[in-house]
């Protein structure tokens, strides 16, 4: 426990294709408990939502019995910053909400990961303590991203366009995860930071 008498928050975060959501496991093996913003904003599209009739009403046809049809609500905002700006004005609060509720859940633990993808792209590095970066070179980025089912160059290329450049990610970060190395390496990583942030606490 922090002298704030919170926990110590890590804030996780990552371009697209660096490996974010394996290094987040790797905290959680480690008993730190996750914050995710991602499967957040999943549940509150999902089936049942609290989300789902504001996303109907914002942008119709872009929801079914299953929640909201991502990809249509992806088609309805992507290349538009103002349709993606309404539907973040939405979306941002709720997830606080979410957030807020985890860390009162979790207010014993000395330390507490936030997996968020755009940690600084929406102005989030304050809210952590230290900011951890999973990077990981260009190539290995792109190859990971393109093998994904449905990616194409242009849909990459746009969703980079969204995204910090990784190398000023990387300046701006307390630490780095390299995931262009072996997993076990990786997990070695993660284990010396959660080692070492636990002995700065005690």
């Known amino acids: 426990m922090t002298q704030r008498g919170r926990p110590f928050i890590i804030g996780l975060t990552g371009s ?12 959680v093996d480690e008993d730190v408990p996750m914050f995710d913003a991602d499967a957040a904003v999943h549940e509150l599209q999902g089936p049942g939502g ?46 606080g909400d979410m957030r807020l509720a ?19 792209e929406k102005g989030g590095a304050e809210s952590v303590d230290h900011i951890v970066v999973v990077s990981a070179g260009e190539q290995d980025q792109r190859t990971r991203v393109l093998a994904r089912p449905g990616m194409t160059e242009t849909r990459f290329e746009q969703i980079k366009a969204l995204q910090m450049p990784d190398a000023e990610k990387r300046q701006r970060a307390d630490s ?27």
């Open 176 to 202: 780095v995860i390299d995931t262009s190395l072996s997993l076990s390496e990786t997990r070695q990583q993660v284990q010396k930071l959660v080692q070492k942030l636990k002995a700065s606490l005690a």
């Open 50 to 95: 609290a989300l789902v009739d504001a996303i109907e009403a914002l942008f119709p046809g872009s929801t079914n019995s299953d929640g909201v049809d991502r990809q249509k609500l992806g088609a309805a905002v992507l290349g538009d910053p103002d349709a993606l700006q309404q539907l973040e004005r939405l979306i941002h609060p709720a997830v």
């Open 102 to 120: 985890f860390l009162e859940q979790n207010h014993d633990q000395p330390l507490i990961l936030f997996d968020i993808p755009l940690l600084f």
């Open 16 to 27: 697209i294709g660096m490996g974010k959501s394996t290094v987040a496991q790797m905290f």
